[in-house]
């Protein structure tokens, strides 16, 4: 029963992320995933208690996935180049393998500046944008990359990334690998890496990239697994 219960919760906190992701916060509501579910508000609100709080658990459960695969990657990459191609790549492949809640996410991502009850998934988030610093900072210490502000570029490399649900289609002209590729290559000329390094590194064949693809794959697995 417990399972039973648990693979329920699951079901709706993802009916829940899809209409997120189709319609926005605001528009989404407990009427609409409990006729699709076949199941009263109350089961929801039992499950969930509010809104707000649902929406509080997909950010978390998104942040900690990716900080999870962010340390993973890290721990196969040594270089700073290396570490911020992979996660450019990895940023792409979100929205081409869990479409749903990358976009559910990213368009609700300002919600996390200064919502109530969105404090652990701010802290998330935070923590994740200081790993993104201390690889900028890293790259400059040693010379991968030229002098500059690290948090001014780690905001650059968000807005790429957090704004492709607006126009991203992973079935369109270019394919995710493509596009990862181009973002990576053209940040990584930005930040001053020699242009063997940058192909090297966003290379959609590359080693990173198959970095990036045995960590996410695992972790899709893993997500799989844990919520069937």
């Known amino acids: 029963m417990g399972h039973t219960r648990g693979g329920r919760r699951s079901e709706i906190l993802e009916t829940f992320t899809r209409h997120v992701a189709e319609r926005g916060y605001d528009r989404a509501n407990f009427g609409d995933v409990a006729g699709e579910l076949g199941m009263s508000k109350g089961t929801i609100v039992h499950h969930f208690g509010t809104k707000d709080r649902m929406l509080a658990e997909v950010q978390e459960r998104y942040m900690r996935a990716r900080l999870a695969e962010a340390h993973a990657l890290f721990t ?50 935070d923590a994740y944008r200081d790993l993104v610093v201390g690889v900028l900072r890293d790259g400059e210490a040693d010379g991968t990359f030229v002098p500059g502000d ?19 289609d992973p079935a369109g002209r270019l394919a995710p690998a493509e596009v990862a590729a181009e973002f990576a290559l053209t940040l990584l000329r930005g930040l001053g890496v020699d242009e063997t390094s940058a192909r090297d590194a966003a290379d959609p064949d590359g080693a990173v990239a198959a970095a990036v693809d045995g960590v996410l794959t695992a972790s899709l697995t893993e997500s799989e697994t844990t919520s069937a």
Do not use: C, K, N
């Open 76 to 125: 196969r990459l040594p270089g700073a180049g290396q570490r911020i191609a992979a996660l450019v790549h990895a940023g792409v492949r979100y929205s081409a393998d869990e479409p749903a809640t990358t976009v559910a996410f990213q368009r609700e991502v300002v919600r996390l500046v200064d919502q109530p009850g969105m404090e652990s998934a701010r802290a998330l988030r």
């Open 150 to 168: 690290a948090r001014l570029r780690s905001l650059q490399m968000f807005g790429s990334l957090h704004w492709m649900w607006t126009w991203f």
